[in-house]
RNA sequence: AUGAUAGUAACUCAAUCGGUAGAGUAGUGGUUUGUGGUACCAUUAGUUAAGAGUUCAAGUCUCUUCUAUCACCCCA
C-alpha cells in the first residue's frame, strides 16, 4: 500500500491553500493594527519547558506531547502551544530590559498534540496566537480580547459568543481550591474515576465533568466569585467595564475553566454557535498568566493572551457560507499556434514575466481549441496569440476573454500594448 | 485508551437476497482544417482502503490492520 500521511496529520493541496493565504493575512493587518509584531519560536522545545510552563496535571503535558529523545538523550517536544515558547525567548532574551513597555507578540505556526482524532481536532493543527507580556492593567485583558473579536467580524463569522469568567489571583485560587475539596470530599466516591482523581490535582475541572454534570451538589457547589479577594474582584469588574466601553458583547461563564495551570484572573473563550459544526465549538481560547515568566525564572512579569485555531476558523467560514476570496487567475495566457511557434512563445512568456505580468502557455503541443480551455480554466484576462501567418509580418494577436474581441498588435509593442490594457481592468 | 459508523473512478455518490462494478461532475477527443466558456456526441478512468477467511460465486458475510467521522475525553 502506498504510504499515507501520518495519523492526525494532512495535507493542504494548491487548490486550497488560499483558504490559508487569505485568513493569515487578515490576521497579520489586524496585528499590525493593533501593533503586535511577529515571534517566530523553535516547534520544538526542551521537554522541561512544558512540564513547568504548562503544567504536569494537564492533559496536554500528561498524555498528549510528542516527545522524544535526540542522538544526545535530551528529551525534546514537538510544541503543543505557543506561549510557554514565547515566554522562555521573553526570558532567554532579556526582553523585559525595556522597563514600563509592553511587549506584544504574535505567533503563526504548527502545533501538536497527540490526541484521538476528530472534525476541528488534528494532531498537527495551525494556531495564530498573541502575547502582551509586562502589564496588569486591565485595560490590556480588554485590548486583546478585542484584538480576538475584531479578527471574527473581520472574517465575517457572525454565529459566534464571547465567554469570560475569572479564576482570581493566587491567592483566591488557594482559598477556593480548599472550599472545591471540602464541598465534593464527602461523596467524592459516587464521582467519576476522572473526578476523583482531578479532586486533588486539580479540583476546578471537577466542574467542567460532565458524567457528574447533573449531580445536586454541583450546583451547590461553591462559587470563585464568592472567594475572590479585594484585588481580584476588583480587576475582573474593571475588565469587564473596559469590555462595555468598547461595545463587546460577552457572556459570563463560571464555569469556565482553561485545562492549562497558568491561567489566572481573566480566561475567555470564543465560541461557535453554528448548526452543523463540528463537536469542536471553540475557536479562540486564552487568558491572564501572570506568574508563568516568573515560573521560567524569568522576574516577576504579568502577561496574557490567547490562541485561535485556523482550521476551525476555516470550519466555520464554510459553516457559514462566507466565501473566502480566491485570486485565481493569469493576467495573460500565450497560445502558440504550431510547433513553429513554440519557441517564440516561450521567448513571449519570459519577457511578460520580466514585466511583471502573470502568465502561463501550453506544456503538450496541444490544439489551439485546448490551449484556449486551458485559458479559460486559468482565468485569462487576456490571451495572445502566436501564429506564423502574424509572425511572417512581425504580429501577434490579443484577445480580450471576457469582451471576445481581438486585436492584431505589432510584436515589438506587445508588452506595451497588454500593459495597457490590464490597468484598464 | 474504549465504544459506534463508514471507506467504491480525480470529486459527489449508486449497485435489490451474496450473482456482469454504474451514473453525474471533472479530464481527453470531436461536432467547427487557426479561437474558449453554454450545447450535443464519443471516450479515458477502479486490485471496491490494505490483507486474510467462508463460498460455485464477495463491493456486499467474518476477522485483522490502516484512515476518517461520531460519542467519550479534552481543548484551539
Redo the contacts with the bound molecule.
Keep these: ?1 502506498p504510504i ?7 495535507d493542504i493541496l494548491p487548490n486550497e491553500t488560499y483558504k490559508w493565504q487569505y485568513i493569515e493575512s487578515i490576521i497579520r493587518e489586524i496585528c499590525e493594527l493593533y501593533n503586535y509584531k511577529e515571534i517566530r519560536t523553535p516547534i520544538f522545545e526542551n521537554t522541561d519547558l512544558f512540564v513547568r510552563g504548562v503544567g504536569e496535571s ?3 503535558v500528561s498524555k ?1 506531547m510528542y516527545t522524544f529523545l535526540d542522538k544526545s538523550e535530551r528529551s525534546i517536544t514537538l510544541r503543543p ?1 505557543g506561549t510557554a515558547g514565547v515566554c522562555r525567548a521573553y526570558v532567554e532574551h532579556k526582553l523585559y530590559s525595556e522597563l514600563n513597555y509592553l511587549t506584544k507578540v504574535y505567533y503563526l505556526g504548527s ?1 501538536f ?1 497527540y ?9 498537527q ?3 495564530f ?1 498573541v502575547e502582551a507580556l509586562g502589564g496588569e492593567d486591565p485595560s490590556i485583558d480588554a485590548e486583546v480580547i478585542s484584538l480576538a473579536v475584531n479578527l471574527i467580524k473581520k472574517l465575517g463569522l457572525k454565529e459566534v459568543k464571547v465567554a469570560i469568567n475569572t479564576l482570581g489571583d493566587k491567592e483566591s485560587r488557594l482559598k477556593y481550591r480548599e472550599a472545591l475539596i471540602n464541598h465534593f470530599k464527602p461523596e467524592i466516591d459516587t464521582f ?1 474515576g ?1 473526578c476523583q482523581r ?1 479532586l486533588e490535582l486539580n479540583p476546578l ?1 471537577v466542574l ?4 457528574d ?1 447533573d449531580k445536586p451538589s454541583m450546583a451547590k457547589a461553591p462559587k470563585m466569585v464568592d472567594y475572590l479577594n479585594d484585588y481580584s474582584k476588583n480587576f475582573f469588574e474593571k475588565v469587564l467595564k473596559h469590555l462595555d466601553y468598547l461595545g463587546i458583547e460577552y457572556v459570563l461563564d463560571h464555569n469556565l ?4 495551570d497558568y491561567y489566572n484572573h481573566t480566561v475567555f ?3 461557535s454557535k453554528v448548526e452543523g459544526f ?9 487568558g491572564r498568566y501572570n506568574g508563568l515568566v516568573e515560573e521560567l525564572e524569568g522576574p516577576n512579569t504579568p502577561g496574557i493572551g ?7 476558523l476555516i470550519l466555520s467560514l464554510e459553516a457559514e457560507n462566507i466565501a473566502i476570496p480566491d485570486q485565481n487567475f493569469v493576467d495573460v495566457y500565450i ?1 502558440s ?2 510547433e513553429k511557434t513554440n519557441e517564440i512563445a516561450f521567448k513571449l512568456q519570459e519577457e511578460l514575466r520580466q514585466n511583471y505580468i502573470k502568465c502561463d502557455k501550453d506544456y ?1 503541443n ?5 490551449q ?6 486559468y482565468n ?1 484576462r487576456f ?1 495572445v ?1 502566436v ?4 509572425l511572417e509580418n512581425q504580429k501577434m ?1 490579443i ?8 486585436e492584431v498588435v505589432e510584436i515589438n509593442n506587445i508588452v506595451l500594448e497588454l500593459k495597457k490594457r490590464l490597468e484598464v481592468k
Excluded at 499515507?4 to 494532512?10: F, P, T
Excluded at 490526541?115 to 494532531?123: D, S, T
Excluded at 463540528?278 to 486564552?286: D, F, I, N, S
Excluded at 496541444?366 to 485546448?370: I, L, M, S
Design positions: 500500500m499515507q500521511s501520518a495519523k492526525g496529520a494532512y494537564t492533559d496536554i498528549e502551544e502545533m498534540r490526541e484521538k482524532m476528530q472534525k476541528g481536532r488534528q494532531r493543527f495551525t494556531q496566537g467519576c476522572d482531578r475541572r467542567d465533568c460532565k458524567v454534570h475553566v482553561r485545562g492549562l473563550e470564543v465560541m463540528g463537536a469542536q465549538t471553540t475557536l479562540c481560547g486564552g490567547f490562541a485561535f485555531g485556523l482550521e476551525r497560445v499556434m504550431s503538450f496541444r490544439k489551439v481549441k485546448a484556449f480551455k486551458s485559458a479559460d480554466r485569462a490571451t496569440v501564429g506564423e501567418e502574424e494577436i484577445k480580450d476573454m471576457i469582451a471576445q474581441t481581438q
